[in-house]
């Protein structure tokens, strides 16, 4: 194999994909869900503007899980959320990591200050920028979606058999229910965005990525698109909804990687609607 080339993708075994199992539910035990509904006003903090938050649970939690996937993967590079506040270059290395991790401690920060049980923990292994495995955590119902990239995508509880996720039927537009969060995308494309709005049955933001991609892989909600690409965000439930049959790409043309900045991801049920989708919001490619 030519030295530039990237090495094979390979998964992670079982013994692996539990072990972060085990991490997250402990990060969660331990950090975040004594803190929920306890917070002061001291443990929150804004970070970009009133509605990008980031409380003490989110830090305490993305410490103990870095801690743990480090020592796991020794060689991995391991990227937090908040870790990239502090250090942006961080994400200048996921194009080239043979393995990433990508977390998300408290996926949905602004309901989980305000006291709504609307919130996730997100856990996705990139290769090259490839998502492999991703992980989508609810602490309150201690429950997971679940995926690789050779494997149905599941739902997962402490007990009993896993549910396969399975996605909606393709459907016309004016049927569609889906999630377009109009605050995340360029304040100049907004209103153009909006105008799209009344021509699907439903559309809504849950200001939570863990469960809008969990409510689309489980066939209750049909679409997504996104100008906001961060990967803890992005790249667990975009593998989790292609897993579960989902259509997932860039509006652009091209498959969705982890290591991109700008673009437009959408997920769709099928490839027929999705390019239904891509006709409605091709003016978001033109400058």
Known sequence: MSDNLPAPLSLLTSAQQ??????????????????FRRLDAGDIQE?????????QADTAAEVMITRALQIAFPSALV?????VTS????????????????????DGTWNFAHHLAVFGVIIA????????????????ADDWAIAN???????????????????????????????????????????????TLPGFARVTSLRCSAHQYRMIAQGYFDFLITESLHPWDHAAGA??????????????????????????????????TWNRLAKVYAFLLVE
């Open 79 to 83: 990227i937090g959320e908040e870790a």
């Open 18 to 35: 539990n072990n972060i199992i085990n991490i997250v539910r402990r990060a969660a035990r331990a950090e975040i869900m004594p803190r």
């Open 239 to 272: 593998l989790i909804c292609a897993r579960a049959g989902c259509h997932v790409e860039m509006l652009g043309g091209g498959e969705y990687s982890a290591a991109l900045r700008d673009g437009f991801l959408m997920v769709a049920p099928d490839k027929t």
């Open 47 to 55: 970070k970009s503007g009133t509605d990008d938050l980031v409380t």
């Open 149 to 195: 990239s050779d494997g149905a995508a599941e739902l997962h509880r402490p007990f009993g058999t896993p549910k396969p996720l399975k996605a909606a039927m393709g459907k016309p537009l004016d049927q569609l229910s889906g999630f377009v969060p109009l605050n995340l995308f360029d304040r100049n494309k907004r209103a153009s965005v909006a105008a």
């Open 87 to 106: 250090d942006p270059s961080l994400l200048d290395g996921i194009a080239d990591a043979p393995l990433a991790f990508h977390i998300d401690p408290v």
């Open 125 to 140: 292994a990139t290769q090259y920028g490839k998502p492999i495995f991703g992980l989508i955590y609810d602490p309150v």
